[in-house]
């Protein structure tokens, strides 16, 4: 492991639904449960809202894994909305193998409003899991293209749109 592994701090993009999983992170906030501050919330109406195309091009933009929590399965406040978005999860996942990205760094979480606990050791195991598998090469190829096109240093790491 050399040095740049070991101090390897992921982004993590997590898509949570409006309902139990917002509900679980404001517990969390107001239990003052502790959970890794490199995650990036994105709200969702539900988390069968979460399109691939979402997932994807937070990789594409920099991001070094991506979860999402929903409600508990059989609970979701939009009937089968968590079972949408587990399904897009599974699609998304292949698609990552195919493009040569392991599809541990794509997780989904279940948990109910009154669990901050499980909110906290949700980004916690994904926050590992990353660490363990190294920085999204998708950011090291960006690098790459941008220092050849000699475009310089202020882009790199930019995890926003580009216009």
């Known amino acids: ?17 409006i309902y139990c999983a917002y509900m679980a992170a404001d ?25 691939i195309r979402y997932i994807l091009e937070a990789f ?6 991506v979860y999402i929590v929903a409600c508990p399965i059989g609970n979701c406040h939009h009937v089968r909305g968590n079972e949408r978005g587990y399904a897009r999860l599974q699609r998304a996942q ?8 392991e599809k ?6 279940f948990m109910s409003g009154s669990q901050a606990q499980a909110f906290a050791a949700a980004a916690q195991t994904m926050t ?8 999204n090469p998708l950011k090291k190829a960006e690098i790459r293209v941008q ?6 240093d202020e882009d790199v790491g930019f995890r926003g749109r580009k216009w």
Do not use: S, W
Not at 27 to 48: D, Q
Not at 104 to 109: D, N, P, Q, S, T
Not at 128 to 135: F, H, M, S
């Open 1 to 17: 492991m050399d040095y740049q592994t070991k101090t390897f701090e992921p982004e993590i993009t997590g898509f949570y639904c």
């Open 128 to 135: 590992e899991r990353i660490r363990q598998l190294g920085p």
């Open 60 to 65: 594409e933009q920099g991001a070094d894994g």
């Open 94 to 101: 292949h698609i990552l193998q195919e493009i040569g990205l």
């Open 27 to 51: 517990t969390a906030g107001a239990l003052h449960v502790p959970y890794p501050a490199n995650v990036k919330f994105v709200r969702m109406p539900c988390t069968g809202k979460t399109d």
């Open 104 to 109: 541990e760094r794509l997780g989904m979480f």
């Open 147 to 152: 220092k050849a096109q000699g475009d310089g």
